[in-house]
């Protein structure tokens, strides 16, 4: 594995702590004098060892896939039983 830089500086803490992966990415490459593949995986690798960074990704507005597979299946269903009346 990469050697990563022991300590995460300041503000690529602070950018991760706001969801901005990508800039952080940057910035570590600014500072620390990284490729692109060795901030990448030093970014992943620090969020990785830190939950509370990692963002829950909930698709469609912040529903489930299963949600909308149901609300999908009851209007069907809706439809379906409205046409026989």
């Not at 570590?28 to 939950?51: D, F, I, S, T, W």
């Amino acid at each position: 594995m990469n050697e990563f830089p022991k300590e995460m500086p300041h503000e690529v803490i602070e950018v991760l702590e706001r969801g901005r992966k990508i800039e952080a990415i940057k910035l570590l490459r600014e500072n620390q004098g990284l490729g692109l593949k060795e901030a990448k995986e030093a970014v992943e690798c620090y969020v990785q060892e830190h939950p509370h960074l990692r963002k829950s990704r909930r698709p469609l507005g912040g529903h489930s896939p299963w949600f909308w597979l149901m609300l999908i299946l009851l209007l069907g269903l809706l439809i379906l039983f409205s046409r026989r009346l």
